[in-house]
């Protein structure tokens, strides 16, 4: 049974940062995709940054410049740092696995529990 469990979010003030962490178990980490969605109240869940299996990313247009991916295959972790964050970026991140990862949720196999972060102004 494949399992992520993520960490690292909190409440923090705008222009903060923030690094989020997700720790897979079980899963097919080595050869799937990673990435991190959010979901803000009311609003649909959606893509904020993914990385492939060969370290390639792609980013939300809202996240580039100040959301970084990465990934350690050796401890089976993702990681998203923040930068400058702001209020609009408040929300419930959640870690994805899948073969394929992208604005769609459908090629996503597993969800962690997901992590809230909060920016105050």
């Known amino acids: 049974q494949a399992q992520l469990v993520e960490s690292g979010g909190g409440v923090v003030q705008a222009g903060g940062s923030l690094r989020l962490s997700c720790a897979a178990s079980?899963?097919?980490?080595?050869?799937?995709?990673m990435g991190w969605y959010r979901q803000a109240p009311g609003k649909q869940r959606e893509l904020v940054a993914a990385?492939?299996?060969?370290?390639?990313?792609k980013y939300a247009d809202s996240a580039k410049g100040r959301f970084t991916i990465s990934r350690d295959n050796a401890k089976n972790m993702v990681h998203l740092q923040i930068n400058s964050l702001k209020p609009e970026d408040t929300a419930v991140y959640y870690c994805?696995?899948?073969?394929?990862?992208?604005?769609?949720?459908?090629?996503?196999?597993?969800w962690g529990q997901g992590t809230q972060v909060t920016v105050s102004s």
């Open positions: 990385i492939t299996s060969g370290i390639i990313t």
């Open positions: 079980g899963s097919f980490f080595s050869i799937n995709a």
């Open positions: 994805a696995e899948g073969p394929v990862l992208g604005a769609s949720t459908r090629g996503v196999n597993y």
